[in-house]
């Protein structure tokens, strides 16, 4: 009976010590993870799925539209978000992949509430495009 009693004791420690661990780790998630809306690019526009990669935050497409609807474009996958990495005050800097014109660029987001600005920029920041995305629900 002590013997079973012990090991139902040690099971809730070890359960509730991995309970602890995740909770922490949703609570210490980024916040800017998740799927967002871009703004139309020439006539298009994407579902970018933001998830981890490394220390930093990197953007997938992973769903495209048009005027008809959603289809399937070439760029499903690709990544248009590159490494990220937080400075702690709702900003972020590192890279962005423009599709259109197949070009990266020097990049930085800034996330407010449920808005993302992003700046894709070149000449050290003197010329950007901006676009505001959304985050999908």
């Known amino acids: 009976m002590k013997k079973l009693a012990m090991k139902d004791l ?5 359960l ?3 309970v602890a661990l995740g909770l922490a780790a949703a609570a210490s998630a980024d ?5 967002w809306k871009t703004q139309p ?3 298009s526009y994407a579902h970018v799925t933001m998830a981890p990669c490394g220390a930093a935050v990197c953007g997938k497409i992973s769903r495209t539209f048009n005027a008809e609807g959603e289809y399937k474009s070439p760029n499903i996958g690709k990544t248009l978000v590159i490494d990220m ?3 702690g005050d709702g900003s972020y800097a590192g890279k962005v992949w423009r599709p259109s014109n197949d070009k990266i660029y020097i990049g930085k987001m800034d996330l407010a509430g449920s808005s993302l600005a992003l700046r894709g920029c070149v000449a050290g920041g003197l010329i950007c495009s901006k676009q505001t995305w959304t985050r999908v629900q």
Request: charged share 15%; hydrophobic share 40%; net charge negative.
């Open 85 to 87: 990495v937080a400075n």
């Open 10 to 14: 040690t099971m809730r420690a070890v």
């Open 31 to 35: 916040p800017v993870l998740g799927t």
């Open 41 to 43: 690019d020439d006539g």
């Open 16 to 18: 509730g010590g991995a």
